[in-house]
């Protein structure tokens, strides 16, 4: 199947300090992106919805300027945690969407973030 | 509304055993994708299978099958002869026609012991 990539696999950061991760897309082009959050022991939620040239689409709930997405280009979708604060440690995932035959959206290996 | 229900929360087997998880949804569209997905322990989701809601043909791949009943709104999963390596949390999604969502149920956690 196709392949994403997510960098970095972990960060840790101390609070107040912005993290970006990156959301590659590495054998196929992705109009669209998607960002999940998954905290311990529980499902993926929605976060974003990410499309190449346009502003993201959030969910209900996610604050815009908490949580800074963009999509420059049809295989890198960025998710910037800006003034992160220990609330915001999660398990970040990304996924794309491969409009190919398939049609399916693949996903990244995520992302630990842990802010002190 | 969108929602998918996996009732069990955790489920433990011996290996060798055959496990069955089970999946329910719920949606108005008539045009739908079902998904299972398995998360170990790395974290990283491994896609399995895609279903399209017009296709209830069941799908055996290896010691998986899947039994997909449009009348009863279930996409159920079927590990046979479990093993050790099947050990993980297990996705069970509904993804719309256009895919701008995803909904996740809330996962199954298999372990399978030796």
């Known amino acids: 199947g196709a392949v994403v990539s997510q960098h970095p696999s972990w960060v840790i950061c101390k609070s107040g300090t912005s993290v970006k991760i990156e959301c590659r897309s590495l054998d196929f082009q992705a109009t669209t992106m998607f960002w999940y959050r998954q905290f311990p022991k529980q499902s993926l939620m929605l976060m974003a919805t990410?499309?190449?040239?346009?502003?993201?689409?959030?969910e209900q709930g996610v604050e815009k300027d908490k949580f800074l997405i963009n999509h420059a280009s049809l295989t890198l979708s960025t998710l910037t945690v800006t003034s992160a604060h220990p609330e915001d440690s999660s398990f970040y995932i990304c996924s794309a969407r491969d409009q190919g035959v398939t049609d399916t959206q693949y996903f990244g290996p995520g992302t630990r973030l842990t802010v002190l | 509304a969108q929602k998918v229900t996996q009732a069990q929360t955790e489920i433990s087997v011996v290996e060798k055993e055959d496990v069955t998880l089970d999946c329910v949804y719920e949606?108005?569209?008539?045009?739908?994708?079902l998904f299972w997905y398995k998360q170990p322990p790395s974290g990283e989701l491994v896609f399995l299978i895609r279903r399209n809601s017009f296709d209830e043909q069941n799908e055996i791949s290896g010691r998986y099958s899947w039994n997909f009943q449009k009348s009863t709104s279930s996409f159920n999963f079927t590990i046979t002869a479990s093993q050790v390596v099947d050990s993980a949390v297990y996705f069970c999604?509904?993804?719309?026609?256009?895919?701008?969502?995803?909904?996740f149920g809330s996962g199954t956690k298999l372990n399978v012991k030796p």
């Open positions: 999604a509904l993804g719309l026609i256009n895919f701008n969502k995803f909904y």
């Open positions: 990410s499309n190449e040239g346009s502003k993201a689409t959030y």
């Open positions: 949606t108005r569209d008539t045009t739908y994708y």
